[in-house]
C-alpha cells in the first residue's frame, strides 16, 4: 500500500480523499489542512462521507512531510497563489514522493513550461528524487487524452474541437467565478482569466500536447473572446445573486493554426444562468459537460457528462479530475523518478475496483 496525503480539502480535496481511500493500492496517511477550524476533524466527515475514516486532519506540514510518505495529492488552489503552490509542490517532491495536482496550468505542458516553474521542479527530482503530474479535466482529460483517443477513430481529421459548456452557477467558487472570470462584475471590468494571453497561459500548453501527439507543426495560437451582459438579475444557491447588466457568460476559444488554419481548438461557453447568450451552445440537459468534436470522415461527437455529491455537475468534474490524478499514482511510484505530462502517464482502467464499495 502507497501511503498517500491529501494536502488540501476544498472542492478537490473532497474528491481525493474519497478517490485515495476507495484506490485498492493506496492508503490515506494523512490530510493536511490550512482553516484552523479543521483541525482535529476526522477526514471521512471532512470529505463528506458520512463515516470516520481513522484520519485527523492536520496543519503541521513540516510533520506529515517527515513521515516521507509514498505519493501526495496536492489539492490546494494555485489559481491566486501560485508562488505558494510552486513552493509546496516542490517541497513535497524533495521529499522523495510522487506528487499529483491539478495546480500550476503551465506545467500541464511540462515541455513547454517557462524556466522559472519548470527548473526548480527538476532541481527538486534530482534532489529528493520523487515526481510530478500536473493535470486535471480542462485542462486535462478532456482537451488531452479524450480528443487524442477519439481522433484515433477518424479516417481523416480536419478539425479537433474540445468543448466545456457550463453553467457556473452550480459551482461553490466565489472567487473563481466572480473574479477571475467576471460573472457578476460590470462589463468593463477586466477579469484575470479572459485577459488577452491568459487562456493561452493555461490552455496553450493542451493545444501543444496534441499538436505534439498529432505530429503536427503549430504556426501560431490565438484567442477569440465574447462577454453577454445577464438581461435580468439571478439569484444562485451556491453564490449568490448576480445583477442585471453585469457580466452573465463567456465564450472564448484558444485555437492551434496548422497551416493557416485553426485545426485544434479549445473552446469555452460559461454562463451563469442558461437565459443568458441563449445562441450560444448549450450542454444536453442545460448543467454542464465536456464535448469532443472530431470533424472529418466520420464526424465523431462525445459527450461527457459527470455528477457528483447530489447530482452536482461542478463536483463530477472535479472528481474526474482527481481520478485522473489519483489513478496515476501507483504508476508513476513505478516510474522513475521525474516530470510528467499526460501523454507520458497512461490512463489505465480501474483495476480491482469495478464493485467496489463506495467510501
Known amino acids: ?16 480523499i474519497r478517490a485515495v481511500e476507495a484506490h485498492p493500492a493506496l492508503k490515506l496517511a494523512h490530510v493536511l489542512v490550512h482553516d484552523p477550524g479543521k483541525v482535529g476533524r476526522d477526514a471521512g466527515h471532512l470529505a463528506g462521507t458520512g463515516r470516520d475514516l481513522g484520519v485527523v486532519a492536520t496543519d503541521d506540514i513540516d510533520a506529515v512531510l517527515a513521515t516521507a510518505p509514498g505519493a501526495v495529492v496536492y489539492a490546494a488552489s494555485g489559481d491566486i497563489r501560485p508562488d505558494e503552490a510552486l513552493a509546496d509542490i516542490t517541497r513535497a517532491v524533495r521529499t522523495g514522493a510522487v506528487v499529483v495536482t491539478p495546480a ?18 527538476l532541481a527538486a527530482v534530482a534532489d529528493g528524487g520523487g515526481s510530478l503530474f500536473v493535470s486535471g479535466v480542462d485542462p486535462g482529460w478532456g482537451n488531452d487524452v479524450l480528443p487524442l483517443l477519439i481522433s484515433g477513430l477518424g479516417t481523416t481529421v480536419d478539425v479537433i474541437r474540445c468543448q466545456e459548456i457550463f453553467d457556473y452557477s452550480t459551482y461553490d467558487q466565489p472567487d473563481s467565478v ?13 477579469p484575470l482569466m479572459l485577459a488577452a494571453s491568459v487562456p493561452t497561459m493555461v490552455w496553450g500548453g493542451q493545444i501543444r500536447l496534441m499538436a505534439r501527439a498529432l505530429g503536427v507543426e503549430l504556426d501560431d495560437i490565438r484567442e477569440t473572446m465574447a462577454r453577454r451582459p445577464l438581461e435580468t438579475t439571478v439569484t444562485t444557491r451556491t453564490m449568490g445573486e448576480f445583477v442585471a447588466g453585469t457580466q452573465g457568460a463567456v465564450r ?13 481548438v479549445i473552446e469555452h461557453i ?3 444562468h442558461p437565459s443568458c447568450a441563449p445562441d450560444w451552445p448549450s450542454p444536453p440537459d442545460g448543467a454542464g459537460a465536456h464535448r ?5 470522415r466520420p464526424r465523431i461527437e462525445v459527450t461527457v457528462e459527470a455528477t457528483d455529491e447530489d447530482e452536482n455537475r461542478s463536483a463530477g468534474g472535479n472528481a474526474t479530475a482527481v481520478g485522473r490524478l489519483v489513478n496515476a499514482i501507483d504508476w508513476l511510484v513505478d516510474a522513475d523518478p521525474g516530470l510528467y505530462d499526460a501523454l507520458d502517464v497512461p490512463l489505465r482502467p480501474a483495476a480491482g475496483r469495478l464493485g467496489r464499495k463506495q467510501p
Open 1 to 16: 500500500m502507497i501511503s498517500t496525503v491529501v494536502w488540501g480539502t476544498g472542492n478537490v480535496g473532497r474528491a481525493a
Open 104 to 121: 500550476l496550468y503551465a506545467l500541464y505542458d511540462q515541455r513547454g513550461a517557462p524556466p522559472e516553474l519548470r527548473e526548480p521542479v
Open 178 to 190: 466572480r473574479h477571475l472570470i467576471g460573472m457578476g462584475h460590470p462589463m468593463e471590468y477586466e
Open 252 to 264: 472564448f476559444e484558444v485555437q492551434g493554426i496548422v497551416e493557416g488554419e485553426p485545426r485544434i
Open 270 to 272: 460559461t454562463r451563469i
Open 292 to 296: 469532443v468534436i472530431i470533424e472529418g
